[in-house]
């Protein structure tokens, strides 16, 4: 059975008519409103590992600082939805706990950051576009609120196709902005820096397969899932956490992440260019 809901179909047909005008990010969140309450909406622009594009944001100044400016800074490269765009998942609907590795909700990336947004759940659209660029259409709850519902993530894959191809036929050229947000050298910098310090974050001291390890334990998986990402034995894994947590003089995964913080933020040791 198809949505039968009118307000649906009236809002729909303003975001059609919006199509390649400023106004069609916000008449896109009005009509998935009329489908599902949700509190926040935002939607990223993503080409491999450069600084994510903010195309639309329901936030107010505040709430913008942590969602969209500190994500920007470097959060971003441990976010869910972010790996799931440079790893090329299919463009559909998914809840970010699908899209997450399996301990990353005892991550010190959630732990620090994410739990500072004050998000109870969080789900997207994930849309393929030219040139490699993927837009996520985030919708999310926040505080006590509960999660989505099955029945409210059905309603929803139910007009997936429609969000979809809009939103592909809207942002279609979106590759060009992501050249012309260059033009400020020192931004360029960052982005190249912000790349560099993930790949090689640690590599002064650790050997390429500790950086492996390093960058799956940031992003939430645990030794098994490690082992199996790798093709290795878990408690190889855990004799590498063991050794990169002595060459960096650290403790805890906390500390960890306190350092890659710390190394994106650090602007003195420039990248060499790729």
Same mark, same amino acid.
């Given at each position: 059975? #198809?949505?039968?809901?009118?307000?649906?179909? %009236?809002?729909?047909?303003?975001?059609?008519?919006?199509?390649?005008?400023?106004?069609?990010?916000?008449?896109?969140?009005?009509?998935?409103?009329?489908?599902?309450?949700?509190?926040?909406?935002?939607?990223?622009?993503?080409?491999?590992?450069?600084?994510?594009?903010?195309?639309?944001? @329901?936030? #107010?100044?505040?709430?913008? %600082? $942590?969602? *969209?400016?500190?994500?920007?800074? #470097?959060?971003?490269?441990?976010?869910?939805?972010?790996?799931?765009?440079?790893?090329?998942?299919?463009?559909?609907?998914?809840?970010?706990?699908?899209?997450?590795?399996?301990?990353?909700?005892?991550?010190?990336?959630? !732990?620090?950051?994410?739990?500072?947004?004050?998000?109870? /759940? /969080?789900?997207?659209? $994930?849309?393929?576009?030219?040139?490699?660029?993927? *837009? *996520?259409?985030?919708?999310?709850?926040? #505080?006590? !609120?509960? *999660?989505?519902?099955?029945? %409210?993530?059905? !309603?929803?894959?139910? +007009?997936?196709?429609?969000?979809?191809?809009?939103?592909?036929?809207?942002?279609?050229?979106?590759?060009?902005?992501?050249?012309?947000?260059?033009?400020?050298?020192?931004?360029?910098?960052?982005?190249?820096?912000?790349?560099?310090?993930?790949? =090689?974050?640690?590599?002064?001291?650790?050997?390429?397969?500790?950086? %492996?390890?390093?960058?799956?334990?940031?992003?939430?998986?645990?030794?098994?899932? +490690?082992?199996?990402?790798? =093709?290795?034995?878990?408690?190889?894994?855990?004799?590498?956490? !063991?050794?990169?947590?002595?060459?960096?003089?650290?403790?805890?995964?906390?500390?960890?992440?306190?350092?890659?913080?710390?190394?994106?933020? @650090?602007?003195?040791?420039?990248?060499?260019?790729?």
């Amino acid at each position: 059975m #198809g949505i039968q809901n009118r307000e649906w179909h %009236e809002k729909i047909a303003k975001v059609v008519s919006a199509q390649r005008t400023p106004d069609f990010a916000p008449h896109l969140v009005a009509a998935l409103g009329s489908l599902v309450e949700f509190d926040f909406s935002v939607m990223f622009a993503y080409r491999g590992d450069e600084r994510p594009l903010d195309l639309f944001d @329901n936030f #107010g100044a505040t709430r913008r %600082e $942590v969602f *969209v400016s500190i994500y920007q800074e #470097g959060p971003y490269l441990l976010d869910p939805f972010f790996q799931a765009c440079r790893d090329k998942v299919p463009a559909s609907l998914y809840r970010i706990r699908d899209l997450a590795p399996d301990r990353f909700y005892q991550s010190e990336y959630f !732990r620090s950051y994410y739990v500072s947004t004050g998000l109870s /759940e /969080e789900i997207g659209f $994930v849309v393929a576009l030219p040139a490699e660029v993927r *837009v *996520v259409i985030s919708l999310m709850r926040a #505080g006590n !609120r509960q *999660v989505f519902s099955e029945r %409210e993530m059905n !309603r929803l894959r139910e +007009i997936a196709p429609f969000v979809l191809a809009a939103a592909e036929y809207h942002w279609e050229s979106l590759s060009g902005r992501f050249s012309s947000s260059k033009i400020d050298p020192e931004h360029e910098i960052l982005e190249r820096y912000l790349d560099y310090a993930f790949r =090689n974050f640690g590599r002064s001291v650790l050997t390429p397969r500790e950086c %492996e390890v390093v960058s799956l334990v940031l992003r939430g998986h645990s030794s098994d899932s +490690i082992a199996k990402v790798l =093709n290795i034995a878990p408690g190889t894994v855990k004799i590498h956490r !063991r050794n990169i947590y002595a060459k960096l003089g650290i403790s805890s995964q906390a500390k960890l992440f306190s350092l890659f913080i710390s190394a994106l933020s @650090n602007r003195v040791d420039q990248p060499r260019t790729r």
